[in-house]
């Protein structure tokens, strides 16, 4: 399979917890992004890369929350003291950029959190 | 004001129904725009990039109107298995994609 994998599929976690979620891209993808998704509404950007560049953060994206990408592959986010408003699906999505517009993004599974 | 706004539906509509969805967005720089569907509990899945002058794949129209700042999505002869969210997807070139909320579409048999 060659698309972009995630793991763990789902987390449950205490409140408090620290947890970490994996991405890997499709390999020749240069860049990665993360979303959060909650029930009835659209994938929202917390952060992407560009090879191992972490370009852009949301404003959604509190201090408890820290993304890598340490040789522009796979790529790690980290929640530090979960919170139950942290429960959402999270996802990962990779793109081949180099032109003047952007490109399609191709999503994992997703990992499902679920903070009690 | 949301930088992509749609109307989140549902739509309900039986099968071989031609049905269309709008989408808004208020970034006038935006630069790129595609049109994603994402069934219950899956990822979302790329269904077409949206271009100036408009394109088709097979059943499924997008276009894309700048000057209102709005994109659509046309699907002529509804299946089965077209239910699902559609979600609207707005990008100015580097910086992060916005998503829409999504349209929920049921096609009824």
């Known amino acids: 399979d060659t698309g972009v994998s995630q793991n763990p599929r789902h987390k449950i976690t205490k409140r408090g917890q620290n947890v970490t979620f994996r991405c890997d891209p499709i390999?020749?993808?240069?860049?990665l992004y993360w979303y959060r998704q909650t029930l009835g509404q659209g994938p929202e950007f917390l952060t992407y890369?560009?090879?191992?560049?972490?370009?852009?953060k949301s404003r959604l994206l509190s201090d408890r929350f820290s993304a890598e990408r340490p040789k522009g592959s796979f790529s790690t986010l980290e929640i530090q003291r979960t919170e139950q408003g942290d429960s959402a699906m999270y996802l990962c999505?990779?793109?081949?950029?180099?032109?003047?517009?952007?490109?399609?993004?191709?999503f994992g599974p997703g990992t499902r959190l679920t903070v009690t | 004001r949301k930088e992509v706004e749609q109307d989140p539906g549902p739509f309900n509509v039986p099968e071989g129904a031609t049905v269309a969805f709008n989408c808004t967005y208020s970034?006038?720089?935006?630069?790129?725009f595609f049109w994603y569907r994402q069934d219950c509990r899956k990822e979302p899945k790329l269904l077409m990039s949206?271009?100036?002058s408009g394109n088709e794949d097979g059943r499924f129209t997008a276009q894309l109107n700048r000057a209102s700042q709005y994109i659509s999505l046309l699907i002529r002869d509804s299946k089965l298995s077209d239910s699902a969210t559609y979600l609207c997807?707005?990008?100015?070139?580097?910086?992060?994609?916005?998503f829409g909320p999504g349209t929920r579409l049921s096609v009824l048999p």
């Open positions: 970034n006038s720089a935006s630069q790129s």
């Open positions: 997807v707005v990008n100015n070139y580097g910086q992060n994609f916005v």
């Open positions: 999505a990779s793109s081949l950029e180099g032109g003047h517009k952007a490109s399609e993004q191709y």
């Open positions: 949206v271009y100036s």
């Open positions: 390999s020749e993808h240069n860049r």
């Open positions: 890369f560009q090879n191992e560049a972490q370009l852009e």
